[in-house]
T-cell receptor, first 113, second 113 residues
Framework: NAGVTQTPKFQVLKTGQSMTLQCAQDMNHNSMYWYRQDPGMGLRLIYY???????DKGEVPNGYNVSRLNKREFSLRLESAAPSQTSVYFCASSEGPTNTEAFFGQGTRLTVV | GESVGLHLPTLSVQEGDNSIINCAYSNSASDYFIWYKQESGKGPQFIIDIRSNMDKRQGQRVTVLLNKTVKHLSLQIAATQPGDSAVYFC????????????FGSGTRLQVQP
């Protein structure tokens, strides 16, 4: 099993460009998450999807949109990238929305210049 | 506001010693806690979890202690090895209605040979 797979691993964008970060999991998990991690800090929740067909805002949703394409895939879109969105983005999945371990992908390092 | 935090940003220990990493939380509704290990350039990896109906849980070389009276969580690593060098995060699930983990800012563990 691959677990949680994120693409791309690295990306450089110019301010104002758009892009979509892809995430797929093969563990048949119901819940999926997008976090961002800034240098020297913990992970902050951007959006999550408790189950297929639902999405909800997390702690820092501004400037992002998400799509739960199916049970396996959960994408994060930046419509107009800003330097403040330079960060490492992690996708995660868990069996259920509460009280279960979340499994993380390897991250996407995004730089906006 | 309510948050998960850590007492020490960096902990340096000698190889073979025991390590203790601490975490404070302020939300009494939190009912599930996880410790994650993050090595450089990688996503967080699950170490151990504990539910609020427990005080202690042991894994292989790791023990998590939960003191609900003072809202304190600790991770003990026995016979610390160089491979334990990483950033350690505690995360909490804040109970009903909060459907994702909230992370603290992390503690860097440095193991000196």
């Amino acid at each position: 099993n691959a677990g949680v797979t994120q693409t791309p691993k690295f990306q450089v964008l110019k301010t104002g460009q758009s892009m979509t970060l892809q995430c797929a999991q093969d563990m048949n998990h119901n819940s999926m998450y997008w976090y961002r991690q800034d240098p020297g800090m913990g992970l902050r929740l951007i959006y999550y999807s408790a189950s297929e067909g639902t999405t909800d805002k997390g702690e820092v949703p501004n400037g992002y949109n998400v799509s739960r394409l199916n049970k396996r895939e959960f994408s994060l879109r930046l419509e107009s990238a800003a330097p403040s969105q330079t960060s490492v983005y992690f996708c995660a999945s868990s069996e259920g929305p509460t009280n279960t371990e979340a499994f993380f992908g390897q991250g996407t390092r995004l730089t906006v210049v | 506001g309510e948050s998960v935090g850590l007492h020490l940003p960096t902990l340096s220990v000698q190889e073979g010693d025991n390590s203790i990493i601490n975490c404070a939380y302020s939300n009494s509704a939190s009912d599930y806690f996880i410790w994650y290990k993050q090595e450089s350039g990688k996503g967080p990896q699950f170490i151990i979890d504990i539910r609020s109906n427990m005080d202690k849980r042991q894994g292989q070389r790791v023990t998590v202690l939960l003191n609900k009276t003072v809202k304190h969580l600790s991770l003990q690593i026995a016979a610390t090895q160089p491979g334990d060098s990483a950033v350690y995060f505690c995360a909490e699930n804040r109970g009903t209605g909060r459907r994702a983990l909230t992370f603290g800012s992390g503690t860097r563990l440095q193991v000196q040979p």
